[in-house]
């Protein structure tokens, strides 16, 4: 199984700063065919389920703020929102799609200093 | 609009069996693969199961293999997830999800959860 490991583990980040969030994969995600990376990051806020923010390392879902950005390649990925606000305080995940066995980084969970 | 409809959690003893359904609405339920993916308390995100749209390919985490088995209705757009066996580490909300692309494709929709007690 491809083992996904997020840092930090939790961050506080005062409002209006940059918070940045690490994936790293235990093997690649790129599917070389398409060089594209089979990866996404969702957001999570008690009692919810998860949401979608980004797909394949870098794609935007409709909708979600320009503040959150995806970047990486291969086996590092990063997730990063530009300046924080009240309402971004959850848990992130990042996720591999490259096998149908899908496997998720542990969580980082995000709040405000 | 798309909406995924899990049931059939609750509290059960260990060793016993339970099983989930998820029924899913607004989209071509016959064309795209499904998933389950729970989440104990307090913890983070696990996949279970998935299964392709037509129902001919299964997975299962090696956590569940032997115990858990997904399966799927097309005429009733409505997924399955029977789970036999369980254990106190089972114990969580269990979501069905829809990827975007077959299996290999990002999670776009989620349901709200089922909750599974396993507790003597």
């Known amino acids: 199984d491809i083992v996904m490991t997020q840092s930090p583990d939790s961050l506080a980040v005062s409002l209006g700063e940059r918070a940045t969030i690490n994936c790293k994969s235990s093997?690649?995600?790129?599917?070389?065919?398409?060089?594209?990376?089979?990866l996404a990051w969702y957001q999570q806020k008690p009692g919810q389920p998860p949401k979608l923010l980004i797909s394949w390392a870098s794609t935007r879902k409709s909708g979600v703020p320009d503040r959150f950005s995806g970047s990486g390649s291969g086996t590092d990925f990063t997730l990063t929102i530009s300046s924080l606000q009240a309402e971004d305080v959850a848990v992130y995940y990042c996720q591999q799609y490259y096998t149908p066995t899908w496997t998720f980084g542990q969580g980082t969970k995000v709040e405000i200093k | 609009e798309v909406q995924l409809l899990e049931s059939g959690g609750g509290l059960v003893q260990p060793g016993g069996s339970l099983r989930l359904s998820c029924a899913a609405s607004g989209f071509t339920f016959d064309s795209s693969a499904m998933s389950w993916v729970r989440q104990a308390p307090g913890k983070g995100l696990q996949w279970v199961s998935a299964?392709?749209?037509?129902?001919?390919?299964?997975y299962h985490a090696d956590s569940v293999k032997g115990r858990f088995t997904i399966s799927r209705d097309n005429s009733k757009s409505t997924l399955y997830l029977q789970m036999n066996s369980l254990r106190d580490e089972d114990t969580a909300v269990y979501y069905c999800a829809k990827p975007s692309w077959a299996l290999l494709g990002p999670v776009d929709y989620w349901g709200q959860g089922t909750l599974v007690t396993v507790s003597s």
């Open positions: 093997q690649s995600v790129l599917y070389s065919s398409n060089n594209k990376n089979y």
């Open positions: 299964i392709s749209d037509g129902g001919g390919s299964t």
